[in-house]
């Protein structure tokens, strides 16, 4: 009996005998967790489709796919180099990213109009955008501005006072482009890493500047939204992934219709084929 005893209660060290006692229940915080985030995303999405409607928007915008974990490789597009850019590490200049998902991105220009429906807008939406500035337009209100850039927006250079560059010496053109970083650092707090040449026009000082004041990428476009209408780069008049979209910051003394009318012109296009709204600065 004793032997019997020895076994039985080896058997139970090494739990090969049923035990009379009800096992502890599982643990579901995965499960609890996974509805909790399933919950979080139908009320954003929820809240996306009540903001397209209380915009106007004839679709709900689509929800942008994550950033890439790998940056792509950001090169001159072919015919926009000056001579010795890549020999000389100039900054590069492209119209698109490169990127197989169907994402566009928009950005928008000066300054001059500073609409505070237009921030409720975008922040409503919650569209990603980036913009260029200019400081003769973006001084009236520093402080429209700081909204913008509180809402997430990165605020880039687009020279002190739009100037056609190349007409401009190379000390010209770096104090046009420095004097902006400048003015964003003191403003804003932090040196953008973008730039934009007004009217799109750069020679070899414009990029030799734009680097020497501490610019890494010159991003041109590939379209330009208004409010009534789309103008294309390419010959097929369309959009493509990884596009570039270029607008202004204009009101009704330029276009007629507001900011918001340009957003829902941008929006309705590139929803209805399919595209998101990225942000650029994820993919450089």
């Known amino acids: 009996m004793a032997g019997v005893a020895v076994l039985t209660a080896a058997a139970i060290a090494s739990g090969c005998t049923r035990s009379t006692e009800a096992p502890p229940p599982l643990k579901a915080p995965p499960a609890r967790a996974l509805d909790g985030y399933a919950a979080k995303l139908r009320a954003e999405q929820a809240a996306r489709v009540a903001a397209a409607k209380r915009w106007g928007l004839k679709e709900t915008p689509l929800r942008a796919p994550a950033p890439p974990a790998r940056k792509p490789q950001i090169t001159t597009r072919d015919g926009f180099e000056v001579d010795g850019h890549e020999e000389q590490g100039l900054p590069p200049v492209f119209t698109t ?89 003191e ?79 941008f929006l309705d296009k590139v929803t209805a084929k399919g595209y998101a709204v990225g942000r650029l600065e994820d993919y450089l």
Not at 112 to 124: G, N, V, Y
Not at 226 to 250: A, K, M, Q
């Open 187 to 265: 403003r804003y707090g932090k040196r953008p890493l973008l730039f934009r040449p007004p009217y799109g026009n750069y020679n070899s000082d414009t990029l030799h500047a734009a680097k020497d004041c501490g610019v890494t990428h010159v991003p041109l476009w590939n379209e330009e939204v208004f409010v009534d209408r789309w103008d294309y780069r390419e010959w097929d008049r369309d959009i493509h992934p990884g596009d570039i979209v270029l607008s202004h910051f204009r009101g009704t003394d330029d276009w007629a219709g507001e900011m918001p009318d340009m957003i829902r012109v």
């Open 97 to 185: 990213v490169p990127t197989k998902e169907k994402v566009v991105f928009l950005t928008i220009d000066d300054g001059a109009e500073k609409d505070p429906a237009f921030l409720r807008m975008m922040s409503d939406l919650k569209i990603p955008y980036t913009a260029f500035l200019s400081d003769y337009l973006v001084s009236e209100d520093y402080g429209y501005f700081r909204k913008m850039q509180a809402r997430g927006v990165t605020l880039n250079n687009h020279t002190l006072n739009h100037p056609y560059l190349p007409g401009l010496s190379y000390e010209e053109q770096k104090s046009e482009i420095c004097g902006m970083q400048d003015v964003i650092e």
